[in-house]
């Protein structure tokens, strides 16, 4: 089944289901028939999107990845503390472990994840939108890299429960090269925003 969206004179291909076994009885014919009149007719679904909300949700991605930014930061500062509660002793070790960083970075690093792979796919689904294609160029590849990192990361925590070394280290050394990554991703983001401005200007 292909559902088709028309935004602007630009038809794009909004998803590709598969519907398989159809059947039998009314179910199975209503799909038939569904089917004969999608392929007559091209497509099933037409709307349109406001110029003005397709030109400035351009900005809501860059905002995202702000604010994902400090996010992330915050979570980094969580996961040092962490490492500072297994190596102290005594009374300052009882003091850290009343700031349940464990917790918190797993539920910061919850959120960070979840927004970043939103974000990564608004980002590109608004690109789409707004230009008709995607530029494939540094930002967009280090974006997808930034995303399998993160990714890779979390996959780690049922084997850092268990106590594996060799699973915190690798964390450390991805959420490093995710945070390094998202500082140069700031950059180059702010620096398309740049054009999008004189853009419109013009």
């Given at each position: 089944?292909?559902?088709?969206?028309?935004?602007?004179?630009?038809?794009?291909?909004?998803?590709?289901?598969?519907?398989?076994?159809?059947?039998?009885?009314?179910?199975?014919?209503?799909?038939?028939?569904?089917?004969?009149?999608?392929?007559?007719?091209?497509?099933?679904?037409?709307?349109?999107?406001?110029?003005?909300?397709?030109?400035?949700?351009?900005?809501g991605h860059p905002v995202?990845?702000?604010?994902?930014?400090?996010?992330?930061?915050?979570?980094?500062?969580?996961?040092?503390?962490?490492?500072?509660?297994?190596?102290?002793?005594?009374?300052?070790?009882?003091?850290?472990?009343?700031?349940?960083?464990?917790?918190?970075?797993?539920?910061?690093?919850?959120?960070?994840?979840?927004?970043?792979?939103?974000?990564?796919?608004?980002?590109?689904?608004?690109?789409?939108?707004?230009?008709?294609?995607?530029?494939?160029?540094?930002?967009?590849?280090?974006?997808?890299?930034?995303?399998?990192?993160?990714?890779?990361?979390?996959a780690l925590s049922p084997?850092?429960?268990?106590?594996?070394?060799?699973?915190?280290?690798?964390?450390?050394?991805?959420?490093?090269?995710?945070?390094?990554?998202?500082?140069?991703?700031?950059?180059?983001?702010?620096q398309i925003v740049q054009?999008?401005?004189?853009?419109?200007?013009?």
């Amino acid at each position: 089944m292909l559902i088709f969206v028309k935004c602007s004179g630009l038809q794009l291909r909004f998803a590709s289901v598969c519907i398989g076994w159809y059947g039998s009885g009314r179910a199975g014919l209503f799909y038939f028939y569904f089917l004969l009149l999608l392929q007559y007719y091209g497509r099933v679904i037409m709307f349109e999107i406001p110029e003005s909300v397709k030109v400035w949700s351009q900005f809501g991605h860059p905002v995202l990845m702000w604010v994902l930014l400090g996010l992330s930061l915050y979570a980094l500062y969580l996961g040092v503390q962490i490492r500072r509660t297994r190596s102290a002793e005594g009374e300052a070790k009882k003091e850290l472990i009343k700031g349940k960083f464990n917790n918190r970075h797993y539920q910061m690093g919850s959120l960070v994840l979840a927004l970043m792979v939103l974000g990564s796919i608004g980002g590109m689904a608004i690109t789409y939108l707004n230009n008709g294609k995607l530029f494939v160029g540094p930002h967009l590849l280090a974006g997808l890299g930034m995303t399998g990192l993160i990714a890779t990361s979390a996959a780690l925590s049922p084997l850092m429960q268990k106590g594996q070394d060799w699973a915190r280290y690798t964390h450390i050394v991805l959420n490093l090269a995710i945070v390094g990554l998202f500082g140069w991703q700031a950059v180059t983001g702010m620096q398309i925003v740049q054009r999008i401005l004189e853009r419109m200007a013009g």
